[in-house]
């Protein structure tokens, strides 16, 4: 239990260093607000033109007689759109992370530098195409993990009591995993640390994790708060990281920028190797 209040101690840290950081917090809200735009343009298109979608889809019930025909149609659209929620949820941390790649790579760079007693951030050394390629494909591979799990837990949904009050739960906790693995991925990534072991590392402390992601997944449910959270989720799972990985982080609320930090609050055990301990190769 130490560690759900762990997790949830540095999504609330995040949110404190950026709002220390009015510029950083700024700049990590434009990828954010494009995501939403683009979304909310693909959902409005989907209410308005999902029927003669479903329509198009489904020729073979145009013979069938009222009340059929309205309620076959009318249940695949309803379940056409819960879907796509579904995926929009899932997929929205992994598209503001690919189109804000530079945004949020130079944030997690600053509370790097800002909670390290040396004042140092790992640098991943490669070029941002390389970064970029990276980033998508290990994207890709979680969000084909996540929809496994999202038509699971959907059609396990459709049981009587479990499927409105346990699944939901569950839902949320696996939601919460996988959205800071997307987050958690920013430094993790930077120093290195390929998906397989990125998974491990996240496995290994489960309550840690959910402790950050799952309270982050319910928030985000709630329109438009995403974007204005996003930054700081940034900033919180890079602290999430250096925790996973032993590195020593002192608090930096006391830190200007580029300046050293107070050597006496620090937490976390070093890691071998100093404080940022060396980068796996890839």
Known sequence: MRDLGAGFGHLLK??????????????GLLPGLITLVLYAAALVGLALWGTDFVAWATPFADDWSSPWLGLFRGFLTAVLFALALLLAVL???AVTLLVGQPFYESLSERVDRDVSPDG??????????REL?????????????????????????????????VVPVIGFFVTGFFLTEELASVALQRRGVELRDRLALLRSRKMLVWGFGTPLSVSFLVPFVAVFLMPGAVAGATLLARELLGEET??????SDGGAA?????SGPARPGGPAGPAPTR
């Open 14 to 27: 995040g949110q404190r260093w950026v709002a220390r950081h009015g510029k950083s917090y700024g700049f």
């Open 91 to 93: 997929t929205f941390t």
């Open 120 to 129: 140092t951030a790992p640098e991943s050394n490669l070029p941002l195409w």
């Open 133 to 165: 390629w990276i980033s998508g494909r290990d994207s890709l591979r979680i969000l084909l993990r996540a929809l496994v799990w999202g038509v699971l837990l959907f059609a396990l949904g459709f049981i009587p009591v479990v499927g409105q009050t």
């Open 250 to 255: 002192h608090d930096g609320a006391d830190r």
């Open 262 to 266: 107070d050597p006496a609050v620090s």
